[in-house]
């Protein structure tokens, strides 16, 4: 099986910044998508971003410009910086893995809260 820990959530102000790390471990296949999904309170869980092993991206439309996904494969890990953070961006957001880039995920992150509030 895979693992997903995610890393680097808190308490920013609106405007802030973080960035978001997620590490894979386990049987980990040679190609996936990892992506990030959201899950704000009494919301249901919607897209933020994805990312293939050949570096394609998505986004989720309203997320463009202010978010933006990497990865870095020897680290079996993959990066959400969030810029110009608002409070509807809190959250909880949860690492995902997909080996058939197709969806949806297979394996999730325990997910990370990320609160944006003055």
């Known amino acids: 099986q895979v693992q997903l820990v995610e890393s680097g959530g808190g308490l920013v102000q609106p405007g802030g910044s973080l960035r978001l790390s997620c590490v894979a471990s386990?049987?980990?296949?040679?190609?996936?998508?990892m992506g990030w999904n959201r899950q704000a309170p009494g919301k249901q869980r919607e897209l933020v971003a994805s990312?293939?092993?050949?570096?394609?991206?998505n986004y989720a439309e309203s997320l463009k410009g202010r978010f933006t996904i990497s990865r870095d494969t020897n680290k079996n890990t993959v990066y959400l910086q969030m810029n110009n953070l608002k409070p509807e961006d809190t959250a909880v957001y949860y690492c995902?893995?997909?080996?058939?880039?197709?969806?949806?995920?297979?394996?999730w992150g325990q997910g990370t809260q990320v609160t944006v509030s003055s």
């Open positions: 995902n893995l997909d080996p058939s880039g197709l969806g949806p995920s297979d394996y």
């Open positions: 386990g049987k980990i296949p040679t190609f996936y998508t």
């Open positions: 990312i293939s092993t050949g570096g394609t991206t």
